[in-house]
Each structure stands twice: as C-alpha cells, then as structure tokens.
C-alpha cells in the first residue's frame, strides 16, 4: 500500500515536500520512484507519465533531465517513508504526483506493480 501527502499550492520558486508512507519492505527490497501525470494527458497507464525520480535499494538515485538540481528522492526504513523534495518550483512542475515501485524490481519478492492515489501538486507564475 502507498499513500502519499504533501501536495498543495505553491507559486513558482517555492518549495514542497511530498511523502509516500508504505512498508519497511518494499524500502529495503524494490527500487521505488516518483512520478508525475501532467494535466490533460491522460490517465494512469503510462500515457502523460512522467518519471521524475527513482531509487535503488541500495540508495542510487536518478532523476529527470527537467528537476535536477531542484528535486530530492530520499527514504526513512524506519518510518516507512519515501520523500521528494522540490524546491526552486516551475509552472511546468503542476501534475498529480504518484508514488510507486519500480517496474524493473517487480522480479523481486514482494515487488509488484503497486501505486498510490497521488497527491497534487500545482504551481502558479
């Protein structure tokens, strides 16, 4: 289970910080990400789909070309927690923000396709 928080209205230049509570295992166990759905693209199945950032298990963190430098993926084993920190805020940021494990984990035990119910994120000039 996923669930994440965090979302709201910011103007541009401003910060969030976006938190998916799940379980202790799939922190330790499946890579995770965040993604991002943008406005008018679509629904959840891949279309309008942003990968925004991701970690590994063993802590290697990726991101999109668009957020680096201004995003943070980050997780606490202990709360069962995974975090996004956005700072610096761009308009184009606006989307429905998802929480989910990695697909190129799923192999792993206990790593199936799982997704959160997003929590918004929207950004004014």
């Known amino acids: 289970q996923l669930v994440e928080s965090g979302g709201g209205s910011v103007q541009a230049g401003g910060s969030l910080k976006l938190s998916c509570l799940t379980s202790?295992?799939?922190?330790?166990?499946?890579?995770m990400a965040w993604y991002r759905q943008n406005p008018g693209k679509g629904q959840l199945s891949g279309n309008g789909?942003?990968?925004?950032?991701?970690?590994?298990?063993?802590?290697?963190?990726n991101y999109a070309d668009s957020v680096k430098g201004r995003f943070t993926i980050s997780q606490d084993n202990a709360q069962a927690t995974l975090y996004l920190q956005m700072n610096n805020l761009d308009t184009e940021d606006t989307g429905v923000y998802y929480c989910?494990?990695?697909?190129?984990?799923?192999?792993?035990?206990?790593?199936?396709?799982?997704w959160g119910q997003g929590t918004q994120v929207t950004v004014s000039a």
């Open positions: 789909l942003d990968l925004v950032a991701s970690t590994s298990a063993d802590g290697t963190t």
């Open positions: 989910a494990v990695h697909p190129t984990t799923y192999s792993r035990p206990g790593c199936h396709a799982s």
């Open positions: 202790e295992h799939l922190l330790r166990t499946c890579g």
